[in-house]
């Protein structure tokens, strides 16, 4: 990701945020040809040495209810209910271990670290976990290194500004993509640069993905017969990851300790203060506000800015960044925005490829401003756009929140 623009605002960059559905698959195929065309090598960077700091007593309260939370993407959504996902069996042998468990799931596919770090505040609306389950590693390969450190560091920051007490494990998972690195013997670099951050915010780390490899080494085959797309895991992958995170906590958890009150990029990343803004924080000329959740069961917002082709909204904003988490269907537009009068950039809303299901939440962030005050002002086009030779089949533009921030890059 860029560093803000010394101009202000003449130049400002769309950050992806995401994986599209079903792109999971291209994604993994794709570049695991380009991966394994290198010949091995590909991570294992050193991570930190972890921070010196008193452990502190734990702070899970073991005799009275134990408030769980899972913040994470496909890999771990769905994590409250049942089934064989790693994080559905991980909830149900808390629940064999202490009186009293309740699991909150606050996991989205298709998204990051980065989305995470904007949306938990606004997420949690008053749940105070006293442990927390975070998995972002596969997903945030999406992003840029400095990101990937930013974003991990300020979403640690935040669950800890919720409850100074809580205990965070961080869950790695694998994807084809490793291939290189772990038949090597090495760490992806990626997934080493997460726990270098999570060493030193001394958050709790699991390399499920580790066992997963280990596992296809002893018996033989493809990694895919684990992971059919490359991504997310099968039945048995998803019980060799939660017997991997069963295991570790099993020694783990029994002297858990909280970490540090701060984190170790928070006061560099700017993002002490990201959030998201609700819709309705917009000045709007046509558009309209409504709650959409009807739509989809996976739509978590009340409110939502609805607006057609030739319609606008402004949004005046402190920061270095503006985002959209917006909702992507069969029938959604584009919009032409500008900051402070620059140059319009199209922010295309339309998916080629949407679930069935309906519109689904993406976000989409706009980086590389000057730390300021910022007037946003986008009309949705009056012209369908298309994307892979697909066309829309409508205009519409569905905002969920406005995403504002001051983040910076780090210097790791």
């Not at 030739?310 to 005046?316: N, P, T, Y």
């Amino acid at each position: 990701m860029a560093p803000p623009s010394e101009h202000g605002h003449a130049d400002f960059m769309i950050a992806p945020a995401r994986l599209r559905p079903r792109t999971s698959l291209i994604f993994a195929a794709a570049l695991l040809s380009l991966v394994a065309a290198c010949g091995g090598g590909g991570g294992g960077n050193a991570a930190p040495a972890a921070t010196q700091a008193s452990a502190s007593a734990s702070a899970l309260p073991y005799t009275t209810p134990i408030k769980v939370a899972f913040v994470g993407a496909s890999i771990t959504a769905g994590a409250a209910g049942t089934g064989r996902m790693w994080s559905s069996q991980t909830a149900g042998w808390l629940r064999s271990k202490y009186p009293s468990v309740e699991v909150r799931d606050y996991s989205l596919s298709f998204t990051t670290s980065q989305f995470a770090a904007y949306r938990i505040d606004g997420d949690l609306q008053g749940y105070v976990p006293d442990l927390v389950f975070v998995e972002f590693a596969v997903n945030d390969l999406l992003l840029d290194d400095n990101a990937r450190i930013r974003y991990t560091d300020a979403l640690i920051y935040k669950l800890r500004q919720t409850n100074p007490r809580v205990v965070i494990v961080y869950i790695a998972a694998a994807s084809a993509l490793d291939l290189a690195a772990r038949t090597a013997g090495t760490v992806p670099a990626h997934i080493a640069q997460i726990q270098g951050v999570t060493e030193r915010d001394q958050v709790h780390f699991i390399d499920a993905g580790a066992a997963l490899w280990r596992h296809v080494a002893s018996q033989g085959g493809s990694i895919f017969s684990y992971l059919p797309d490359g991504i997310h895991p099968s039945d048995q992958a998803s019980d060799i990851y939660f017997a991997a995170v069963r295991d570790d906590l099993s020694a783990y958890l029994p002297q858990a300790a909280a970490g540090p009150a701060t984190t170790a990029y928070i006061g560099q990343s700017g993002l002490r203060t990201a959030r998201i803004l609700p819709a309705a924080s917009a000045i709007r000329r046509g558009c309209t506000i409504g709650d959409r959740r009807a739509e989809n069961p996976y739509w978590r917002f009340q409110q939502a800015l609805t607006c057609s082709g030739g319609e606008d909204f402004m949004l005046d904003f402190t920061g270095t960044s503006i985002g959209f988490v917006y909702g992507a269907g069969k029938d959604t537009g584009a919009l032409d925005c500008t900051i402070d009068g620059s140059a319009p950039q199209q922010v295309i809303l339309f998916d080629s490829q949407p679930v069935e299901t309906g519109l689904f939440l993406y976000a989409k962030l706009l980086t590389g401003l000057a730390n300021a005050s910022h007037h946003l002002s986008c009309r949705v086009n009056a012209a369908p756009p298309t994307v892979n030779g697909i066309a829309s089949t409508g205009t519409r533009a569905v905002i969920a929140g406005f995403m504002v921030g001051g983040e910076q890059p780090v210097t790791p």
